[in-house]
């Protein structure tokens, strides 16, 4: 029989890149979890002027956001409970120190705490890597002082690991979700604006990456092509808009705008895709300038030579692992030629093997993906709750044997 404690309430955050994240989730006596608040803040449109993220404006804009959405994550979950009381100048300045580098947190966190009552809560989720450092001590140092002035321990989550469980969830009713028993060996396919990566894994919480990007992730690559197309940032769904257009009325890309396939056959699971954006880039130069329909077909062009060649690895690595279940995450989990392509594939080569994605609105950053990672902590009895001192970001942590 398996032991968990139920009605365990958390807070998650997540501020590893250009998404701001809280939400509030409760787990029920049967391993069910409900979403009882979700706020998320999307950077977008601040970063998209820029074609990328940069690493002081994200920690700015995400100290900025906290609170408010601290304020909407509890006001959804009925958690927010005014009570005028003073904190004692020995808690000020345990907040000022935490929030020393967080401009624009400090002043609104302690108004927060005067006006708002401490909620019930049972455990603080924090992502503290991999992502941007500057970005990542935002959402530490806020879940630091919401610990210490609510007496709640922290949970540091590998972001990586949100992902995977994300894909893993089945949803049982609206805002009710069960993390799925994970039919393993699986393999899951990680890839973001940050990574690209393959990972084994026996069960939750034990992993180890077999593969990796060399340079470019494929979403950093999918915004840097998108970007030399003239495209808004983040650049995934507006090529890959283009590129459906295109297939609804071609079979093939034009040979000047054909693409390498790097590392295809390079017989390990790692991957590069830095080749495939300079010869994008290449194409550009020598076509000319570009109409509508070039840009169309270049981008059909990429989005083959990148699925092909994710494609191609994963089946490989399931194959060689036997692996009977095959998680994609991150990002670029949300692009729907992948999806297909791979649905596909699996059908035709490895029928039985159990494909995973997360719901489109949850395979971007959101602190939900945290939260859940924590949650399976507490549902498997397995809680890492470590000294919020210790607690740090780490913007290269790995994924292998993540707790
Ligand atoms: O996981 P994520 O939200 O943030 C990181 O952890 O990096 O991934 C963001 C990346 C961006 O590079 C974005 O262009 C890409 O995911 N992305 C997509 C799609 N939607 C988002 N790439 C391809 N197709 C999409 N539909
Ligand atoms: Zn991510």
């Known amino acids: 029989m398996t032991c968990y404690s139920s009605h365990m309430k958390i807070l998650a ?26 706020a998320l803040a999307s950077q977008v449109e ?30 959804q979950a009925n ?11 020995q808690e000020i300045g345990k907040i000022k120190n935490l929030t020393i580098k967080e401009s624009g947190l400090t002043d609104s ?31 530490i140092n806020g879940a630091k002082v919401l610990s210490t002035i609510w007496n709640t321990p922290i949970i540091p989550i590998n972001h990586m690991e949100g992902h995977i469980i994300t894909a ?59 970007r030399m197309l ?41 991957f590069s895709f830095s080749g495939i954006k300079t010869a994008v880039l290449y194409a550009i130069r020598d076509h000319g300038e570009l109409s509508e329909e070039d840009k169309m077909a270049l981008a059909s062009s990429f989005e083959d030579a990148v699925v092909e060649v994710l494609i191609k690895k994963t089946i490989a690595a399931a194959e060689e692992y036997h692996t009977q279940t095959i998680i994609v995450g991150g990002g670029v989990a949300s692009n729907t030629y992948l999806r297909s392509q791979l ?13 995973l994605f997360p719901e489109p609105w949850l395979a971007t950053d959101n602190a939900i993906m945290i939260g859940m990672a924590a949650m399976w902590q507490i549902i498997s009895d397995n809680i ?20």
């Open 343 to 355: 649905k596909q594939k699996v059908e035709d080569k490895l029928s039985g093997t159990t494909l």
């Open 168 to 226: 893993a969830l089945g949803k049982i009713e609206e805002k009710i979700y069960k993390i799925g028993d994970l039919n393993s060996p699986a393999l899951s396919l990680l890839v973001s604006g940050g990574h690209t990566e393959l990972v084994l894994t026996d069960a939750f919480g034990t992993y180890k990456k077999i593969g990796q990007t060399r340079d470019d992730a494929v979403g950093e690559a999918f915004d840097k092509v998108a």
């Open 384 to 403: 890492n709750a470590q000294d919020s001192e210790l607690i740090k970001a780490d913007g290269n942590l790995s994924i292998n044997s993540a707790k």
């Open 109 to 139: 966190i302690i108004e927060f705490f005067v006006k708002y009552k401490k909620p019930d809560l049972d455990y603080i989720a924090v992502t503290t890597g991999p992502g941007l450092e500057p970005a990542l001590w935002v959402g």
């Open 230 to 270: 003239g495209l808004p940032y983040p650049g995934g769904p507006a090529i890959s808009k283009l590129a459906q257009k295109y297939r609804e009325s071609h079979l093939e890309v034009p040979s000047w705008g054909e693409l390498p396939r790097p590392m295809l056959h390079s017989g390990d699971y790692d």
């Open 79 to 89: 958690m927010l409970i005014l009570n005028e009381s003073d904190l004692s100048d």
């Open 46 to 75: 601040l970063h998209a002027k820029y074609g990328g993220v940069f690493p002081a404006m994200a920690k700015r804009a995400h100290a900025e956001k906290f609170v408010s959405l601290l304020i909407e994550a509890l006001e």
């Open 13 to 38: 955050i997540e501020t590893s890149c250009d998404e701001t994240g809280i939400c509030i989730l409760e787990n029920k006596d049967n391993s069910e979890i409900q979403i009882l608040g979700n």
